[in-house]
């Protein structure tokens, strides 16, 4: 039987694999002086060569791909499709202004570290292309290890105690995903998607086939964050180095979204039995999640676990668009992802910058007084906190609404009305949340001490302050900042890029 090796739809992969390979060899050969350009050049030429090629997947233009269907490589096991498309650049673009926020890392492991980033990178994009739950598993774990070393990167010991803790968790919900799968296994007689939806369309209520699918959800839901599978968010967020926790924040979900779409049609393809069993215990987890992520926050000074708190609220968010699994509802929440990515990346640009100066960026008394230190600071962390709180006229806002609309359009019932009104109460709570920073900035700069070096090196995740530095997390936040106005005034420049992502089975 011939092998099919379609290395068209693995090209971007490649070359963030190879990317990852070339930095790990160039500093092996480059003097420790030079190596450093060398090493941040290679891994963005990685990250826009992986971009280059899968936008080459789309040559009709963004509301069209030459593709006619899927394509399947590798006897199925990998898919090229609009929905790996629209993931694809979602995880590139993170890791693009990731690497923008990482020009200050230590010389000693620079190297090891973007190589990390791109393996991580391609983790997670294999994620929303694998054609089976093998493949799947195996990408999951590919992002998994890249992510619990990148966090244990920061020199102080809670990265290593939160990098612990992320990989006990994720051992556990890896171990339910591996369990599940061998259930499906057992109820399919196979692996594949396809195989699982040919027993879905058959309705039989299998006990084994929902218990398998109950515990591969619950493996994906701690990659979304979600409740109750989100213990270990605001510990590792605060702990890991703010450009990982950037990337992190938004890659993570992206990939974790992609293969959530990916397995949920696989269970509930469009000419299956009733889809209530199926989906209503993720609404329960988007519902609380979206409480219990608001309400934590309430309470928090540090600005990373405000936005790890934040994080959980949003996953909610994201799932709510996938009642029915309906069109709309993908086109919601694939909008919904980029306009928090490029929202969250900005508002991480500014602790990072912070951090590059000195201050312990993280902690909410380090914004005293900024409108009138660093104005032009202050109004983008305030342009990005309103964005993340779905205020006009900003991607969240824009976002938020097109939730709304996917949410009433799927005719969810009960459950889309609860769904509703937990979006609207949780945003209302939230703006509190995100204004109570914006007004620590308005407040009378007080006397505040000055940090040691070595607290500054703990502070700051390993940064190094500099003019090159700072410029890169400055182009990093002015391209943030674009995108939350780009999408909040005219969302029409990207709704064309996620049309057509229901992938068919």
Do not use: C
Request: charged content about 10%; aromatic content about 10%.
């Amino acid at each position: 039987m011939p092998v099919d090796l379609d290395f068209t739809a693995a090209a971007p992969l490649l070359a963030l694999a190879g990317g990852g390979l070339a930095v790990l060899l160039a500093d092996l050969f480059l003097p420790v002086p030079k190596a450093r350009p060398w090493l941040f050049g290679l891994t963005l030429a990685s990250l826009v060569l992986a971009a280059w090629w899968t936008l080459g997947l789309s040559q009709a233009g963004p509301a069209q791909s030459h593709l006619a269907g899927p394509v399947e490589a590798f006897g199925g096991a990998l898919w090229g499709d609009r929905l790996g498309l629209a993931l694809n650049l979602v995880i590139l673009a993170a890791a693009l202004l990731a690497t923008g926020l990482s020009l200050g890392r230590r010389e000693e492991d620079v190297s090891g570290y973007l190589a990390l980033l791109l393996w991580a990178a391609a983790g997670m994009m294999l994620v929303g292309g694998a054609g089976d739950l093998m493949v799947f598993f195996v990408a999951l774990e590919l992002l998994s290890l890249s992510l619990y070393v990148l966090v244990a990167f920061a020199p102080h010991a809670q990265a290593r105690e939160a990098a612990f803790k992320y990989f006990l968790l994720g051992s556990a919900a890896s171990a339910l995903f591996v369990l599940g799968a061998a259930f499906l296994f057992g109820a399919a007689g196979g692996l594949g998607f396809r195989d699982l939806a040919a027993v879905a369309r058959v309705g039989t209520g299998d006990p084994l086939f929902l218990a398998g699918s109950s515990l591969v959800l619950a493996g994906l839901a701690f990659k979304l964050a979600l409740v109750p599978f989100h213990v270990w968010v605001p510990d590792v967020y605060q702990g890991a180095a703010t450009p990982v926790t950037a990337f992190m924040s938004v890659g993570t979900k992206a990939a974790a979204l992609a293969g959530l779409i990916r397995f949920l049609i696989s269970l509930v393809p469009p000419d299956a039995p009733a889809a209530g069993p199926v989906l209503a215990p993720l609404w329960v987890m988007a519902l609380l999640s979206m409480l219990v992520g608001t309400l934590a926050a309430l309470g928090q000074t540090n600005i990373k676990r405000i936005l790890g708190y934040s994080g959980i609220a949003h996953a909610g968010y994201l799932v709510m668009a996938l009642p029915n699994l309906t069109a709309a509802g993908l086109e919601a929440a694939f909008f919904y992802l980029g306009a928090y990515t490029v929202t969250n990346l900005g508002a991480f640009g500014v602790v990072a910058w912070l951090e590059a100066e000195g201050r312990p960026g993280s902690e909410l008394q380090a914004y005293t007084g900024l409108f009138y230190e660093k104005p032009w600071l202050a109004a983008l962390m305030t342009l990005f906190l309103v964005s993340l709180a779905g205020i006009a006229p900003t991607a969240g806002f824009v976002g938020k609404l097109l939730l709304l609309k996917a949410v009433l359009g799927a005719q969810a019932g009960p459950w889309g009305w609860a769904l509703i009104g937990g979006l609207v109460v949780t945003t209302v709570i939230s703006a509190f949340v995100y204004l109570r920073v914006v007004r620590q900035m308005v407040l009378p700069v007080a006397s505040q001490g000055q940090l040691q070096p070595a607290e500054v090196a703990a502070a700051s995740g390993g940064l190094a302050a500099g003019r090159g530095v700072l410029a890169g997390i400055g182009l990093v936040l002015l391209v943030s900042a674009w995108g939350t106005l780009q999408l909040g005034l005219w969302p029409q420049s990207l709704l064309p890029w996620v049309t057509g992502l229901l992938p068919p089975l």
